[in-house]
């Protein structure tokens, strides 16, 4: 009999920590977690106000958390700037976690459909959670924001009337300074890339646009995530002779070959274009690999314009460092594209709202002016090419382009 | 496919090979010795690279480096021999749990005093150079571990053949009850094996460190490859080990060019086959009772 009580005890335990665990978004961003239906609200201005339930709905914990922690710190920056409020509308953040687990995703988006009640959803971190939410947001009419997936889906075949995206498009990572490649690097470009649908996506993408620009690709080689030796690619690289190299690669894949690269000689005869990004020069080796090579880029800290002067000054204030690229930028911005929703639409009815996002509004965001396009529903923004430039161990941006209006085609090109 | 690219991507196997080996056989010498299957074997593999870069880090060079990190983690191994392993020699089942335990808990502590990020270590100074093969520029550092793998084998083929302490171990391979009763004072013995074979991996993994580089999850991957091995080798031998690890090396490499999706499917079949056609793997003397 006691025995039985101690299990009991100890079963009932566990469910709770567990859905203790489950529901606060864990993580080092500010104060978000175990706000789960507390938002922060402010001194109103309108008489009445009427408060308005957002679902946040992110990765916040695992390998993929610093895309919803980014979110999420730009995303309350800009709410904690207008006090959580605008005009009579009082905003109440409901924040979820997925994990970047599917089966978890679609919990959380019922309970924050179905019992929180929320009028819109923003977030979605993972093209994988995207795909398996989508039919669902789209049979149930619930307006939502993708401040990150970039799946290119949603934009043609999977579109839908209530599913727009402030963040970016694969085709448009994908695709991004192909137009300045060919032009002033080379026509004869080799891929590599590690195999991933995003890779996938964002590849086929860039082949596309780099020889609707003009250029050749003589070959792409898909690498297995988790390549250790690249010396047989660069061997081909060399045998190919190409004028340019282009290193899809990610993480531990894309600062393997951007060291091996340069190992075997080859970063001497041949410009270099990679994914990486400046956070990830973290020892002296990869400021040295990365050292001179090409990237393009829809947000850099260092960009020279009004928005991104404040973003970065309130940003530092706030959370006593700087912002590190896209994901708080995507934040922020999605916290301005709810603002101007809640101040322009009629009702909060979901088709209300949707003939705002619909609008072609455009909104002054630290990586330039955005609109979202009212065909694909992503955003139309502006792209910089850049150079990395080693500065002591530390790496800097050279600014060589910026490319306006940047999007993506309204129909999936034929392969 | 030309000579030259032939010849480049053996080195590269054989290269990748080594460095399996030197974790692998310090895994098999200690299950044929001890009859434990150490899964923190990878943790020794991990600590070995992170502890070096550490070092190296405050300015220390590289191979003082890694002798450091070579005796930081025989201490571990030691420490874990004694405190843990101790009372579970015979109990197979708890051993695993146990070591995995402790390979669990390692991850999360590398995640925390290193963080996530991807890591890296330079190329020692001298070695620092590449050699023209052909059209490409091939980087001494790789020939440098396929020259110290087979200097570890023939160091360990000696210590076997050769010296009394590779006598014990032969001995305690085969009877370890009759090597207790001959005065031989087993306790240290295994201590010391157990520590040789820690070490051994520690230095697989700081040697790893310019090739691979470091990140989280590296301690789980090698753990893998080094249990295929020595399975395919046959447990206890590390002869076997010696030429599995060279086998999957070249496998993984090749496979990695030729068939992407399929390379570590092909390491498990040829494993499968090595086990339908040898059980006891390539060199091994056959399952004990």
């Known amino acids: 009999m006691k025995k039985q009580v101690i299990a009991i005890i100890l079963l009932v335990l566990m469910l709770i920590v567990s859905a203790c665990g489950n529901s606060s978004g864990s993580g080092s961003s500010g104060g978000s977690s175990g706000a789960a239906s507390g938002g922060k609200s402010g001194s ?9 339930k957002i679902g946040v709905l992110m990765t916040l914990t ?10 999420m710190r730009g995303l309350e920056l800009f709410l904690e700037k207008h006090n959580y409020q605008f005009g009579n509308k009082k905003v109440e953040l409901v924040v979820e976690d997925d994990t970047n687990n599917p089966q978890i995703a679609l919990r959380k988006y019922r309970k924050l459909v179905d019992s929180d009640k929320v009028s819109m959803i923003v977030g979605i971190s993972t093209s994988t959670i995207l795909y398996a939410l989508r039919d669902q947001i789209d049979s149930d009419k619930v307006v939502t924001l993708i401040s990150n997936a970039g799946a290119n889906g949603v934009s043609w075949s999977q579109k ?39 890779g996938k996506e964002q590849v086929d993408s860039f082949v596309d646009a780099f020889t609707k620009a003009g250029g050749e690709v003589l070959k792409v080689d898909w690498v297995k995530s988790g390549t250790t030796d690249f010396a047989t690619y660069m061997v081909d690289i060399s ?50 690999a990365m050292d001179g090579t090409y990237g393009a880029w829809v947000y850099a800290p260092s960009l020279d314009n009004e928005a991104n002067k404040r973003f970065v000054e309130e940003y530092r ?29 009629p009702s909060l009815k979901p088709e209300d709202m949707v003939s705002v996002l619909k609008s072609g509004f455009e909104i002054d965001s630290p990586r330039g002016p955005v609109v979202i396009d009212p065909v694909t529903h992503n955003p139309v923004n502006n792209s910089y090419i850049q150079r ?5 161990d530390k790496l800097d941006f050279e600014f060589l382009a910026v490319l306006e209006k940047q999007s993506m085609p309204a129909e999936e090109p034929a392969q | 496919m030309e000579i030259s690219t032939l010849m480049l991507q053996i080195l590269a196997g054989l290269s990748y090979g080594m460095l399996l080996f030197m974790i692998a056989c310090g895994m098999t010498i200690i299950y044929g010795l001890m009859h434990v299957m150490n ?11 992170y502890v070096t870069y550490s070092m190296v880090h405050a300015k220390l060079g590289f191979w003082p480096s890694l002798l450091i990190a070579a005796a930081v983690v025989a201490l571990l191994g030691v420490v874990i021999e004694r405190l843990l392993l101790n009372n579970m020699y015979g109990k197979m089942n708890e051993q695993v749990l146990i070591t995995f335990g402790i390979l669990y808990v390692v991850q999360d502590l590398i995640k925390w005093i290193w963080g996530t990020d991807i890591l890296t270590i330079g190329v020692p100074k001298i070695l620092n150079f590449s050699i023209a093969m052909g059209d490409i520029m091939f980087p001494a550092y790789r020939l440098f571990v396929i020259a110290f793998g087979i200097l570890v084998a023939v160091a360990l083929w000696y210590m076997e053949a050769k010296t009394q302490t590779g006598a014990i171990i032969r001995a305690g391979v085969d009877d370890r009850e009759m090597l207790g009763a001959l005065g031989v004072n087993v306790k240290l013995v295994f201590a010391c094996v157990f520590m040789f074979g820690a070490a051994l991996a520690a230095i697989g993994g700081a040697m790893a460190g310019p090739i691979l580089g470091l990140y989280n999850g590296m301690d789980m991957e090698i753990l893998t490859l080094s249990l295929v091995i020595v399975v395919i080798g046959g447990l206890g031998t590390w002869k076997g080990t010696f030429v599995s690890a060279l086998i999957v090396g070249m496998i993984e490499t090749f496979g990695q060019v030729y068939f ?4 570590m499917a092909i390491v498990f079949v040829f494993m499968v086959i090595v086990l339908i056609v040898k059980p006891s793997g390539l060199f091994g003397k056959g399952v004990t009772a």
């Open chain 1, 160 to 198: 839908s009337d209530y599913i727009y995206r402030i963040s970016f498009s694969n085709y448009q990572i994908g695709a991004n300074g192909a137009q300045y490649y060919v032009d002033n690097l080379g026509k004869r470009i080799y891929i590599v890339a590690t195999e991933s649908p995003t």
């Open chain 2, 39 to 49: 899964m923190a074997h990878g943790s020794f593999f991990a600590l070995g690279a």
């Open chain 1, 62 to 71: 695992g390998p993929a958390a610093a895309i919803g922690e980014g979110n």
């Open chain 1, 44 to 52: 109103g201005s309108g008489a009445n106000p009427e408060t308005v």
């Open chain 1, 239 to 288: 045998k190919a002779n190409p004028d340019v190299v282009y290193s899809f690669n990610t993480s531990t894949e894309g600062i393997r070959f951007a060291i091996q690269f340069q190992e075997f000689g080859l970063k001497d005869k041949i410009p270099l274009i990679t994914q990486l990004s400046s956070d990830m020069a973290v020892t002296p080796e990869i400021v040295d």
């Open chain 2, 260 to 263: 992407p999706n399929f390379s």
């Open chain 1, 388 to 392: 990395f430039v080693k500065n002591g």
């Open chain 1, 317 to 345: 204030t706030k959370y006593n460092s700087d912002p590190t690229g896209g994901y708080e930028v995507y934040g922020y911005d999605a916290g301005q594209v709810i603002k101007h929703v809640l101040e322009n639409a």
